[in-house]
C-alpha cells in the first residue's frame, strides 16, 4: 500500500479536485468531499506514504489512477 511516494498537501488537493472532490473547509487539516465521500487532507510537506496510500483508499481511488491525476 506504500506504493505512493509521500507528496506535499498542495499537490494531493488538485489531484482529488480532478477527481471531483471540492474543500469544504480548511485548518490544521483539509477536508474535502465529493458529495458521496469525506477525505481529511493533513496539512505537511510531504503527507507521509502511508497517510497518503490510506486517503486514496478512503477516497475509493486507486493508487494508479491517484498518480495519473498528479
Same mark, same amino acid.
Given at each position: 500500500?506504500?506504493? $505512493?511516494?509521500?507528496?506535499? &498537501? $498542495?499537490?494531493? %488537493?488538485?489531484?482529488?479536485? *480532478?477527481?471531483?472532490?471540492? %474543500?469544504?473547509?480548511?485548518? *490544521? &487539516? #483539509?477536508?474535502?468531499? +465529493?458529495?458521496?465521500?469525506? #477525505?481529511? #487532507?493533513?496539512?505537511? +510537506?510531504?503527507? +507521509?506514504?502511508?497517510?497518503? /496510500?490510506? #486517503? %486514496? *483508499?478512503? /477516497?475509493?481511488?486507486?493508487?494508479? %489512477?491517484? *498518480?495519473? $491525476? $498528479?
Amino acid at each position: 500500500m506504500s506504493e $505512493l511516494q509521500g507528496i506535499s &498537501h $498542495l499537490r494531493a %488537493v488538485k489531484a482529488f479536485e *480532478k477527481a471531483g472532490f471540492r %474543500v469544504l473547509r480548511q485548518g *490544521k &487539516h #483539509i477536508t474535502m468531499t +465529493n458529495g458521496e465521500r469525506i #477525505i481529511t #487532507i493533513p496539512r505537511a +510537506n510531504p503527507v +507521509n506514504s502511508f497517510t497518503m /496510500a490510506g #486517503i %486514496v *483508499k478512503d /477516497a475509493g481511488l486507486s493508487s494508479d %489512477v491517484f *498518480k495519473r $491525476l $498528479l
